[in-house]
Every structure is written in structure tokens, then in C-alpha cells.
């Protein structure tokens, strides 16, 4: 599962029960985590406004993927 937001990607991943993923396709490394599903979705939207906000403090552009992922479903 790869999730979306304002044409970001992000992965899904579990581990020992715990709910976690990184932004996909950019330079930087910006990291997520939670309890369950819904959780790691919320998260995910909250990294990205983190990730921008931080980008816009320091002076620099935030990355964005240049090409969509591909997913077997």
C-alpha cells in the first residue's frame, strides 16, 4: 500500500506491531509511525505539513516525487 497526499507518496509498512513508513522518491528522510492504520495515515498528512513548514523555515524547497509510483494491487 503506497499512501497519497498533495501529490506526495508514502510507504506502509509492519513491524512487531507497530504501524510505520517514509516519505517515498525524495531526497530527504522524513519517517512516520503509529499504532494502527488510520493512525499511520494521519501521521503521514502530519510529516508532510512538518516536512513543508520545516523546508520553508530553513530556506529551502521541500522535494517532490517527479514520477507516480506503481503499484500491484
Known amino acids: ?11 506502509v509498512n509492519i ?3 507497530i504501524y510505520w513508513g517514509k516519505l517515498l522518491m525524495i531526497d530527504d528522510c522524513v ?7 488510520q493512525g499511520l495515515k494521519n ?3 502530519l510529516a508532510i505539513e512538518d516536512y513543508v513548514r520545516y523546508c520553508t523555515e530553513v530556506g529551502m ?8 509510483p506503481v503499484t500491484k494491487e
Open 1 to 11: 500500500m503506497i499512501l497519497e497526499h498533495k501529490g506526495n507518496y508514502g510507504s
Open 15 to 17: 513491524d512487531q506491531g
Open 31 to 37: 519517517t512516520y509511525e503509529a499504532e494502527d492504520l
Open 43 to 45: 501521521e503521514f498528512v
Open 61 to 68: 524547497v521541500p522535494h517532490k516525487p517527479d514520477i507516480l
